[in-house]
């Protein structure tokens, strides 16, 4: 292994920065700010040329280290479906997703956390360290916690009620809906690929034709779309009902993984152009690019947690 110190190419972080270098093709990046993350050489090689930070980026991955989930990206295309699904949060947002993060941090309530704010900005999806000192004087006169600008924090009775309050279920699920067409040609791409993907990152794959049911079939779809942690939607065959299943997923907030066959790219419907799709060619690809996909996107789970 070969560790270098440099700049992280996401965030342009440069103290404390680590490259290793683990394979002819891969680097393992450690940075205060970021966290850890695994990237392809020739996309370490093109975020490193680029003057300016990707905070947004920044902030995804360190959030999923919060949640002690591996970051892996297989190529620069999973990064921009990444990107395309981070929504630009507002400041009570933001404020949400800082206090969300020492709520992680605190082993009890009453626990004061101690923040670096040169950092830990990336916490708060803040783009620097004068924006996070924003938030944390903000979360101190809306009573949510005892702050200060040296790094301190404490959440309050009311931040802790707060944070009930919008506490959501969404990442305790463990389904995974899959919208795709139904024919036989498509079974094996079925069993073959897609189920044993989603249940080798630690999830249920849910297909509305596999279970014997009487409810009325779209109310059914909804349901269980609802019930789900994310989507799969596979074009290929260009059925009407995947597009809808999306859709309906994508109003909700969900994160939708596409994919179609090589063959059919350019059949896909135009207004989903603006989202990435894995392009596969054999049962074998489309399993192992869906893994990636899913664990990078959604983030793997742990036995544990399964």
């Keep these: 292994m070969n560790t270098t110190h440099s ?18 093709h891969t680097y393992h990046c450690h940075c205060p700010v970021c966290g850890e993350y695994e990237i392809p050489f020739t996309v370490f090689v093109k975020y490193d040329q680029r003057t300016a930070p990707n905070h947004k980026l920044s ?9 002690q989930e591996l970051v892996r990206f297989t190529n620069e295309r999973m990064i921009d479906s990444i990107l395309a699904g981070i929504p630009d949060y507002r400041p009570l947002q933001k404020q949400l997703k800082l206090l969300q993060a020492l709520e992680r941090r605190s082993h009890a309530p009453g626990d004061t956390i101690k923040l670096n704010l040169k950092e830990d900005f990336s916490l708060a999806y803040a783009s620097s360290f004068e924006e996070f000192k924003f938030y944390l004087i903000a979360l101190k006169e809306r009573g949510l916690a005892n702050s200060t600008l040296d790094g301190q924090a404490e959440i309050t009775p009311a931040g802790w009620d707060y944070l009930d309050e919008h506490a959501s279920d969404v990442e305790e699920k463990t389904q995974a809906f899959v919208a795709m067409s139904f024919s036989g040609e ?10 044993p993907a989603i ?32 989507v799969v939607a ?15 997923a994508l ?21 989903t152009a603006q989202y990435n ?25 742990s036995r544990s947690q399964v």
């Design 277 to 301: 799709q894995i392009r596969w060619e054999s049962t074998d690809q489309l399993k192992e690019s869906l893994y990636d996909f899913i664990c990078a996107i959604i983030g793997k789970r």
């Design 234 to 248: 596979d074009v290929t065959e260009q059925k009407n009902g995947v597009y809808f299943e999306a859709g309906y």
């Design 251 to 271: 109003g909700l907030g969900l994160p939708v993984i596409w994919s179609v066959h090589k063959d059919e790219a350019d059949k896909v419907h135009f207004d």
């Design 59 to 67: 902030a995804w991955v360190r959030e999923r280290n919060e949640r």
């Design 186 to 195: 498509m079974r094996p791409i079925w069993e073959g690929a897609i189920k």
């Design 7 to 24: 700049t992280c190419p996401i965030c342009k972080h440069s103290q404390d920065v680590k490259n290793d270098r683990t394979g002819p």
């Design 199 to 230: 249940e080798k990152a630690g999830y249920t794959a849910y297909r509305v034709d596999e279970e014997l049911h009487s409810d009325n079939i779209i109310f059914k779809i909804m349901a269980e779309i609802k019930n789900s942690r994310f």
